[in-house]
């Protein structure tokens, strides 16, 4: 896919999710300002917080697509592990508050109003949410982004946690007066498990972890198969938003001119960026 669909298909994700979030956030908002239920107030804090995140996402995936400059030679896409690891501690925020609210109302219960509204508006989340993330597996197909990833995993378990919220609100309906309650502690502890998982993920970019096994051992292969090259070693990969880097030496015939090993090094860095189109591969030539 080129740069510019690319880029357009990251911002239309973006765009769905805070129109999304900030959709939800005034539906659940006035709901729960009339049923003063704990697990509804789980899910519109859940819902703040995807507004934030998704805000975050948006400016940090413009941010990632701006071409290398002179000062980022390696270009912007750090900025999408930094966005999923705001995520992280926005998710974290949410999940500490839910669950304080929610022990303090299991410790004292209390009868809930328009309840079968909150289930309305519920249902009404789960929709959007699933055509949140048709929009948004479709964008990740194509452009492997690491926050639309982060954006996505977390709006799955919002799926979870409205199916639960429903089922809570239904059992408070009809006189379980902790159900409310005990569901909003169990959906923070939820969210916060997501929340680590994010920032883990986030962290890993960061600090430069390295490509998946699979794809460094198709590189070396493919490196290997090239006529001349004797052997190939010391290969570092790292990923940077959209982008791979991948370095590598190549082992060379000790008589071969500068200009032939030159060349064949070319042929090693374009067969890989052949099969990856989305890195940039620098090959160091040694004598064997």
Known sequence: MDPAARSRLLRFATYASVTVALTLIVLKGSVWLMSGSVSLLASLIDSFMDAGASIINLFAVRYSLKPADREHRFGHGKAEAL????????????????????IERLANPQPLEAAWLGVVVMLISIAATIGLLLI???????????????D?????????????IIVALILAYYGIARADALFGVVIALY???????????????????????????????????VPGVVGVHDLRTRESGQHWFMQLHVELPA?????????????VRMVIEKAYPQADVLVHTDPA
């Open 83 to 102: 966005a999923g690891l705001a995520q992280s501690a926005f998710i974290s925020g949410s999940a500490i508050l839910v669950f304080i609210q929610g």
């Open 152 to 164: 996505a995993l977390h709006y799955r378990s919002d799926l979870l946690m409205n199916l639960s």
């Open 255 to 267: 008589d071969m001119s500068l200009a032939q090993a030159h060349d064949l090094g070319e042929d």
């Open 136 to 150: 948004q597996r479709h964008v990740i197909k194509h452009t492997q982004s690491t926050a639309i990833s982060a």
């Open 191 to 225: 969210i916060a498990y997501g929340a680590v998982r994010i920032g883990l993920s986030a962290t890993q970019i960061l600090m430069d972890h390295e490509l998946p096994d699979e794809v460094r051992a198709h590189a070396l292969a493919l490196a290997r198969a």
